[in-house]
């Protein structure tokens, strides 16, 4: 039986400038999907799956994170006194319980592997989940939860992923495969931001990972990669061979909210799913179109 995941990453140091300027003083990571924050978003999903200490890689500018899951002592007396519980349940739930959350700074912009590497001391020997709030999965069940099952069977290291055109492979981290069994998919080579013409696949790494903690004996090392930055992606590549590595199709429509306009679909699409909003959303749309 492998060993249990307890710890999650959350690389949240971006400046968020594709979304300016609604990011020039609110971290991007704060920016709603339906009623809640992107980050919020993550952060459920990971206590979804059994997390339960979380770990923000953060830099200047990022405390409303902090302060989005701290105890907001006048916000829940007012709500207690107005007698509004169910609001006061809806704070209640997202607060993080003292010693469970903590954050550390990336100083430089170097990189995913780096802003990884910088949680090195709260991860310390044991494996570890890492979710990228930029990208959400909408779906029956987490994709997180659904990753830990797969993880209960096989071990090592784990990745989400999914198809995207050729065309646009030079824009993601791709798999090199050497097999297939049903959701999951062997790893024998990583590749970051390929050419098409030399892609190995069009199965491309989403923003859920399972790693060990071996990782970051790699990153550690500071390679320059893809972009000159310090990528996730080749540290990983390090790892295969040595322990085992799949990729793992998930169950959901997967949202790029780093994109505007996948951030405006992903609002959309969870509004629809909820079921207090959805028959207004819907009736409203067919209005607009």
Known sequence: MPQKVRKAVFPVAGLGTRFLPATKAIPKEMLPLADRP????????????????????????????????????????????RGKNDLLKIVEDIQIESGYLSYVRQAQPLGLGHAVWCAREFVGNEPFAVLLP???????????AQMMEAYEQVGGNLLSVFEVPREQTNKYGILDIASEDGKLVSVKGLVEKPDPAVAPSNLSIQGRYILQPEVFKHLSVFEKGAGGEIQLTDAMAKLIGNQP?????????????????????????????????????????????
């Open 38 to 81: 992107l980050i919020q978003h993550a952060v459920d999903e990971a206590k979804a799956a059994g997390i339960d200490q979380f770990c923000f890689v953060t830099s200047r500018g990022k405390s409303p994170l902090e302060d989005h899951f701290d105890l907001n002592y006048e916000l829940n007396e007012t709500l207690r006194r």
């Open 134 to 144: 930029d990208e959400q999965v909408l779906g029956e069940k987490p994709c997180l």
């Open 245 to 289: 590595f799949h990729g793992f199709k998930f169950e959901g429509q997967r949202f790029d909210c780093g994109d505007k306009l996948g951030f405006v679909l992903a609002n959309v699409a969870y509004a629809l799913n909820r079921p207090d909003m959805s028959d207004k959303v819907r009736a409203a749309l067919k209005d607009m179109l």
